[in-house]
Nanobody, 117 residues
Framework: QVQLQESGPGLVKPSQTLSLTCTVS????????WTWIRQSPGKGLEWIGV???????YYNPSLESRASISRDTSKNQFFLQLSALTSEETAVYYC???????????WGQGTQVAVAA
């Protein structure tokens, strides 16, 4: 069974950069695509980006200038950096596996990130 666990700071100041780590167990990140998704209070899910099995990365166009997704296959981890945060980006951030069918099939439990001074 694939399991994902997000880790990172729970509080980030406005204009700073958020750095999150997703640790994967039960499957190799080199064999699948992996994604970051967030949900702000009262809003729907927002896709941030995906890193494919070969390391190619694709971003939500609205976030592309500020987002960076990378991975460390030796640690079976992938990462999100999101710069210039605003308070409106307070959200639960999820990492997940993107299946070959083009949908999420395994989710992390999510990590709450507050953007506040």
């Amino acid at each position: 069974q694939v399991q994902l666990q997000e880790s990172g700071p729970g509080l980030v100041k406005p204009s700073q950069t958020l750095s999150l780590t997703c640790t994967v167990s039960g499957g190799s990140i080199a064999n699948n695509a992996w994604t970051w998704i967030r949900q702000s209070p009262g809003k729907g899910l927002e896709w941030i980006g995906v890193i494919s099995h070969d390391g190619s990365v694709y971003y939500n166009p609205s976030l592309e200038s500020r987002a960076s997704i990378s991975r460390d296959t030796s640690k079976n981890q992938f990462f999100l950096q999101l710069s210039a945060l605003t308070s409106e980006e307070t959200a639960v951030y999820y990492c997940a596996r993107w299946s070959d069918a083009g949908q999420v099939d395994f989710w992390g439990q999510g990590t709450q990130v507050a953007v506040a001074a």
